[in-house]
């Protein structure tokens, strides 16, 4: 058989969702969540007793994992909310291109292409300017990327002597 016959397969999304039920009343600071459609990581989370008009309620407040933007919501502890599948993962960083494009390099010897140092309304924010700065002066720079919902950001950076 040759290499032409054989079949190729792209890389796919199984069809798995983005997201996981969970009840509101297990729900725990520094755990992930869904609030108004965004990825958040739960900064404050309090529940109040059950009234004479129904459930305990979770008045849960969250920092989109992405832009740091607060989001509060109130549920019934007994129902279910959507957690996020968060993925934390650590790249090399090979290159910085003019416009802030990054690339770094995966575990299996492949180059990721499809990021940007982060930045926020001001431009490059702290830590792509931590970044860009270890880079000029030659250090190996490790970076950390979260995922989640079709969604990534470089959150973090080392430099390694």
Partial sequence: MS????PTFEQADAGASHTAPQQAGTLRKGGFVML????CKIV???TSKTGKHGHAKANITGLDI???RKYEDICPTSHNMEVPNVVRAEYQLLNIEESGAVS???DDGTT???MDLPKNEN?????????QNDFNEGKTVIVTVIKACDQEK???AKAVE
């Fill in 3 to 6: 290499s032409e016959d054989e």
């Fill in 36 to 39: 108004k459609s965004k990825p």
């Fill in 44 to 46: 404050d989370i309090s």
């Fill in 66 to 68: 992405f832009t740091g």
């Fill in 104 to 106: 770094l390099l995966t």
């Fill in 112 to 114: 990721k292409d499809d």
């Fill in 123 to 131: 431009g490059v924010d702290e830590v792509g300017q931590q970044i």
């Fill in 154 to 156: 470089i959150i973090s």
